[in-house]
């Protein structure tokens, strides 16, 4: 019993990466993708950190934030509408898999987009700006839980019964902007009032952005293990709201 259930998660996860393989492949170059997915971290940062006066490692902790939030929650509120629109999105729904499984497949494409880029403002940080990593392992962490806590996140908007890319990619956009301004990323939680502060602990942003401020400082105003399990379990969470959208997505005949 426990060979079968042991081949069973095999055979799942290899159906999981042959999807992700896939989207890669296809999706990764599409201008949606690059657009929200690459260029617009980049030029947030950039607006909000002009001719401010920061050292190179808190200016890259914010910005590793940045590209793991924007990044990853790009993936699934494009992919998913625009494959229901061209009709293969069907064949992923009758292959003999889980759907907790093709979910899982889609969450990675995110999750890799948003390392891949994460990596790429890190090597330029470390290169250009001569940043250095306080606790690397922090940041490791930081990166992949929370790449795959905001895929999860711009998953929910992917399971929206919807054809169209446009109709989940704008309202997914206004969210992460209104996670963003209440996260810390560009106002420290010390200069924040209570008020101000109980909201921001609300957003998982929060917390990876405290987290990447331990890897490059040394130092964050929450414990490292409190962000990294946060992130951990607000990524099992938010694939809870997609499989019952999906769900009801499929009784709607999308």
Same mark, same amino acid.
């Given at each position: 019993?426990?060979?079968?259930?042991?081949?069973?998660?095999?055979?799942?996860?290899?159906?999981?990466?042959?999807?992700?393989?896939?989207?890669?492949?296809?999706?990764?170059?599409?201008?949606?993708?690059?657009?929200?997915?690459?260029?617009?971290?980049?030029?947030?940062?950039?607006?909000?950190?002009?001719?401010r006066e920061m050292p190179a490692e808190q200016g890259?902790?914010?910005?590793?934030a940045l590209t793991t939030f924007f990044t990853a929650a790009a993936a699934g509120p494009f992919i998913i509408p625009l494959e229901r629109r061209l009709g293969t999105y069907d064949r992923l729904l009758a292959a003999? +898999?889980? /759907? !907790?499984?093709?979910? %899982?497949?889609?969450t990675a494409v995110g999750a890799f987009f948003a390392i891949g880029v994460s990596a790429f403002a890190l090597a330029a940080g470390v290169v250009a700006f001569g940043a250095t990593i306080?606790?690397?392992?922090?940041?490791?962490?930081?990166?992949?839980?929370?790449?795959?806590?905001?895929?999860a996140l711009g998953l929910i908007f992917g399971s929206v019964p919807?054809?169209?890319?446009?109709?989940?990619?704008?309202?997914?956009?206004?969210?992460?902007?209104?996670?963003?301004?209440?996260?810390?990323?560009?106002?420290?939680?010390?200069?924040?009032?209570p008020a101000a502060q109980a909201v921001a602990y609300l957003s998982p942003l929060t917390y990876a952005q405290d987290l990447m401020n331990h890897a490059m400082l040394? +130092?964050? /105003? !929450?414990?490292?293990? %409190?962000d990294l399990a946060v992130l951990l379990v607000t990524g099992v969470l938010?694939?809870?709201?997609?499989?019952?959208?999906?769900?009801?997505?499929?009784?709607?005949?999308?």
């Open positions: 019993m426990n060979m079968e259930l042991l081949e069973r998660i095999r055979d799942e996860l290899a159906l999981a990466w042959a999807i992700t393989v896939k989207d890669m492949k296809i999706y990764y170059l599409r201008p949606g993708m690059i657009m929200f997915g690459f260029l617009m971290p980049f030029f947030m940062f950039f607006s909000f950190s002009v001719r890259i902790a914010r910005l590793l003999p +898999m889980s /759907l !907790l499984t093709l979910l %899982l497949g889609k306080a606790q690397p392992w922090l940041l490791i962490a930081g990166i992949l839980l929370g790449s795959f806590s905001f895929s919807t054809r169209n890319p446009g109709d989940v990619m704008m309202p997914s956009t206004l969210l992460r902007w209104g996670l963003l301004f209440v996260s810390g990323v560009f106002i420290p939680l010390t200069e924040m009032s040394g +130092m964050g /105003l !929450l414990s490292p293990w %409190l938010f694939l809870i709201p997609s499989i019952k959208m999906h769900q009801r997505s499929r009784r709607l005949g999308y």
